[in-house]
Structures are given as structure tokens and as C-alpha cells.
């Protein structure tokens, strides 16, 4: 009927209290279950009584009459231990244990250089088409009134001479943006500049009044601008502004003869020159301030019944000739809703935060960031769920499978999952362990009460779709030790049948949720992206459009 079942000779046995002495057994000591541990060799102890071998790794552990040990080594994330005793009919029993290794941190305030960003020359060719776009003529004529008059001059015989700028008109703008060791060097050309002028007065009682023009081939504003960072905000600091006016030409003709042309001409040219390094000055920069910020990626967004609030604070700017590099802290935060014990949050033992040249942008996001999400969502309690056929959480396909009209299942993590380099260079491995898994089937007719221990492991992927980058799961490999349970069978044969029926993706759903969003670049969104793996480290190669 169940074809699984019967495979495996599941079939519910009387209860006794009675145990016989010679009953073959294995029990593990050492480590607990769910331990944290130094990356160094753990010790491997317990009991076996009536096997005739216990192994571990393919090898043999040394045997004290019931008593046995060994040790074996851990790698840095979550370890599953398996001890296995052979009894003399060939049967074998095993005990297994996740414990997580390596170095822990304080899961408190902002994760430290978690993200790394680059700018590269095609990224600032990008950044300066951005600005350019928003720079106009109606950007410098909302402020003439400020100017006005740009020319007073006044006789004590009441003739006066006074000149405004009614108008500055020039062609499409160009700004360029080269790096160099420690700036920007920003050059703003504004071509065919044309300045409207009024000028009227009078002059022996006779009022006048005169439209003139002043002209430039090209105005030229370049400065160096200087990117930094304080208190988690960017600054932009312009420094040693200059403006020159190439093919600068007037006609004053119409002025009255006793008008010093040069005067009246310099201190109009001067006051523009003023206006137009004051301006491009604080516009522009203002303008790659506001394109730059779109590295905070600070978001809050909805993580299956909770929130996950991600903060970034500007660390530290850097101009070379390469480009303009970035560097973040990165805090994130799930509410908790549980009484997780935990010793910190596993940290990769170092980091080269780096980008591609070639890119227009590139972002470097360390394995310390993906690790505090997953400690974030884990410490949430998300990882720990009820599923019930009653609330129709839990597929109406497993209860027959389970011989039961009704079921619960109950998830709780000792664990956070973790992300570490998988053997796939260009992935990660997602690893869960200390998962256990209690199954009630109330007049189930295989057994009412199932307890497992569950580890998983899962090459991981980052991808980006649109704007969004998270973690894309791959096959998943399911370990599963029976603790507690009335099904008639052997641990073993427990463990094995529910290796096939397990729920996985409900298993892993937090963890899937995961993902962060990626605001847009001056004005632009993401073309493609080339993700590889480095050193606990994954690198973003984006192209824009």
C-alpha cells in the first residue's frame, strides 16, 4: 500500500519498557550536538556495546571495552560527525552530530567593509552623461536676480550707468570626469555661451536704454573634486575652481562714448565667471553626490512573517586612476522572536575587497554580509516553523505517505545556517545543520512521534534578476539521524525513508527569501551582470543601460 513504508519494514510495534542487555547500541558523548567549536581537531567520544567495529572516516576508533574515541578534523562552517558501528551480522548503527566551526564575531551594530563598489572610467563616462543631462540655462537664469545689477556707476551730476544680465544661453553642455591619485578632475564646458545684457541710464537728463551681447567660443569651469566619507554619509568637497572663457568677444558700440569699455566689459565678465564657478560648482558635484548614493542600499523589506531592515553607512572613498572605489558597512536586521544561544556569527578570516576595471561598476560583497542575514533570519525564529494539515501548511500528499489523517511538523534550528567557498569555484555552499524536526501523527498508522536531526547542504549561486541580487539554491543534500520514535523500525531505516519525503523547499524557504536590492546608477539600470567567486568574497561585474 505505502510501497516505501513496506520497503523499509515500517510497521508499529508493541510498546515495551523492557531493553535487552546485549541489544547492540551506539551513543555519542562528545561533541554535543549543535556545539561551537574552534577550527582546530575535535575529540570524537561515546559508547558502543555488542558491535564489532566502530568507525569513523573510514577508520577504525580506538576502543576501551564500551567506551570508544578518536578525533578528527573540522573545516570552517558546519560539520556533520557520523560515527558507525558494524554488528556481527552486518548490520551497522550510526550517531551523527552538526557542530559549526571557525571564528565567531559579535553579531552586533554594522557588518565591517562588507561591501565593496568601483567606478570604472566607463562607469564615470555614465555618471558625467547623468549629470550633463541636468545641467541648463534655466539652471543659471533662476538666479540673476541675485546678480543684478552686475554693473553700477554713478556721477554726482545724476548720470548713471547700470547693466543686468537678462539671459545666459549656451549649447549642449559637456562634463568630463577623469581620476587621478586622491581626485576627480571635473571640467564643465559650456559651448556657444551667450550673455543678454540691459543697459540703461542717463546721461545730461537723457534716459536710455540698450540690449547688448557678450560671447564665448566655450566657458570652461574645471575643479578637483574630493570624495569621502564621515559619519556613514558621502562627502564632496570641490576644491580650486578656475573658469576661462575661450573666443571671449562684445560689441559696447552703442554705449555712450565716455563709457570705459573695458571696465564696464571686465566687471560684467567677472561677475559671470563668478556666477558660473558658483554654480557648476555646487550643481555639479551636488549632481555625482546623488548618483554615488545609489551605493546606500538601504532597504526594509518583507522576510516571510517578519521584516529584514539592511543599513549602509559610507566607510571610506577612494580616487585612483582606476576609478572611484566605495567601501560600506553594512548593518542588517531581522526582529527577534526567539531565545536563540548562539557564540557570534561565523567571520571569514580575510577579505580582498576588489572590482573589475572593465566594468562600468563593480561590487564586491563579502561572505560576512550573506553570513549575518542568514544568522539575522535564523536569530528571527524564521527558520523555525510549524506546518500542520489542519492550517493546510503541510502537503495533504505527505499524510498518506505517513499513513496518518493528520499531521504537525515542527522546524527549530540550533544552527545558523551558513554560507561557505564550495568546492564549484564560482558558488557558494549553503549549510543547515542542527535541524530537528519533530513529527506528531496522532492514530498515524505507521507511529505517532518522530524526531530528526536534519543537515543539508546546497551549492549556492548569486543571481541577479532586474534589480535584485539573491541567493539562487542548487541540489540539495539531506542527511537525517532518527533521535526519538515509535515507527517499528530501525533508526536507520527511519532516517532513510524520510530522506525522500522530507519538505526541503519549505525547509529552506527563509533562507531562499533572502535578497538584496540594487538601486539604480545615475539614471541607469542593470544591462547584465558577471558574478565570480573570490576569497569569501563574490565580485559583480555590471554593465549598464
Keep these: 500500500m505505502i510501497i516505501a513504508l513496506l520497503l523499509v519494514g515500517c510497521t508499529k510495534q508493541p510498546e515495551t519498557t523492557e531493553t535487552s542487555s546485549l541489544s547492540p547500541s551506539l551513543t555519542l558523548s562528545e561533541p554535543r550536538n549543535a556545539a561551537w567549536l574552534p577550527l582546530e581537531p575535535v575529540t570524537v567520544r561515546g559508547t558502543a556495546a555488542d558491535v564489532v567495529a566502530v568507525r569513523m572516516d573510514d577508520q577504525d576508533l580506538d576502543r576501551d571495552g564500551a567506551d570508544f574515541s578518536g578525533t578528527t578534523d573540522l573545516q570552517r562552517g558546519i560539520n556533520t560527525i557520523e560515527v558507525i558501528a558494524e554488528e556481527d551480522d552486518g548490520d551497522t548503527l550510526f550517531q551523527r552530530r552538526s557542530v559549526l566551526a571557525g571564528q565567531f564575531d ?221 567601501v560600506l558597512d553594512v548593518s542588517v536586521d531581522v526582529p527577534s522572536a526567539s531565545d536563540k544561544t548562539y557564540n557570534g556569527v561565523l567571520a571569514a578570516p580575510s577579505m580582498t575587497l576588489d572590482a573589475d576595471l572593465s566594468a562600468m561598476m563593480g561590487l564586491t560583497l563579502s561572505d560576512d554580509l550573506f553570513n549575518r542575514a542568514l544568522f539575522e533570519v535564523w536569530r528571527g525564529g524564521l527558520i523555525d516553523q510549524t506546518l500542520s494539515s489542519d492550517d493546510g501548511t503541510l502537503d495533504p500528499e505527505l499524510l498518506a505517505l505517513l499513513g496518518a489523517e493528520q499531521a504537525t511538523m515542527r522546524l527549530s534550528a540550533s544552527l545558523p545556517p551558513v554560507v561557505v567557498p564550495a568546492d564549484d569555484p564560482d558558488k557558494l555552499q549553503l549549510q543547515i545543520g542542527a535541524l530537528q524536526i519533530e513529527l506528531l501523527t496522532p492514530g498515524g498508522q505507521y507511529g505517532e512521534r518522530l524526531v530528526l536531526d536534519v543537515a543539508t547542504t546546497a551549492d549556492v549561486g548569486v543571481l541577479i534578476e532586474g534589480q535584485t541580487l539573491s541567493l539562487a539554491l542548487g541540489a540539495v543534500d539531506v542527511q537525517l539521524a532518527a533521535r526519538e520514535h515509535d515507527w517499528g523500525a530501525s533508526d536507520e531505516a527511519v532516517a532513510r525513508l524520510f530522506e525522500a519525503l522530507l519538505p526541503i523547499d519549505i525547509l529552506l524557504g527563509a533562507v531562499s527569501e533572502v535578497a538584496f536590492e540594487l538601486p539604480d546608477f545615475a539614471g541607469l539600470t542593470i544591462e547584465q551582470a558577471t558574478v565570480s567567486r573570490g576569497d569569501f568574497q563574490t565580485t559583480l561585474a555590471i554593465d549598464l543601460q
Excluded at 547700470?162 to 586622491?182: C, E, H, S
Excluded at 550673455?195 to 551681447?213: K, R
Design 106 to 326: 559579535a553579531p552586533e551594530g554594522a557588518v565591517q567593509d562588507a561591501v565593496a563598489g568601483l567606478i570604472g572610467p566607463a562607469g564615470l563616462d555614465a555618471l558625467s552623461n547623468f549629470a550633463t543631462g541636468l545641467i541648463s540655462p534655466d539652471l543659471l537664469n533662476s538666479d540673476l536676480s541675485l546678480i543684478n545689477p552686475v554693473y553700477d556707476f554713478t556721477l554726482t551730476s545724476g548720470n548713471f550707468l547700470n547693466a543686468d544680465v537678462t539671459r545666459i544661453d549656451f549649447g549642449a553642455p559637456i562634463l568630463d570626469l577623469q581620476p587621478t591619485d586622491g581626485a576627480l578632475v571635473m571640467t564643465v564646458t559650456l559651448p556657444d555661451l551667450t550673455v543678454d545684457i540691459a543697459a540703461y541710464g542717463e546721461i545730461i537728463w537723457i534716459a536710455f536704454e540698450e540690449s547688448l551681447q557678450m560671447n564665448a567660443d566655450a566657458a570652461v569651469v574645471s575643479a578637483d573634486i574630493l570624495l569621502g566619507a564621515q559619519d556613514g554619509q558621502l562627502t564632496v568637497d570641490v576644491q580650486s575652481p578656475v573658469v576661462t572663457m575661450d573666443g571671449f568677444r562684445y560689441d559696447v558700440s552703442l554705449l555712450p562714448s565716455w563709457i570705459e569699455d573695458n571696465v564696464f566689459v571686465g566687471t560684467i565678465r567677472g561677475v559671470v565667471e563668478d556666477m558660473l564657478v558658483e554654480e557648476l560648482t555646487v550643481t555639479a558635484p551636488a549632481l555625482i553626490q546623488d548618483a554615488l548614493s545609489a551605493f546606500d542600499f538601504s532597504l526594509t523589506s518583507a522576510l516571510l512573517d517578519s521584516e529584514l531592515t539592511i543599513a549602509a553607512d559610507f566607510q571610506r572613498m577612494d580616487v585612483t586612476t582606476g576609478g572611484v572605489g566605495i
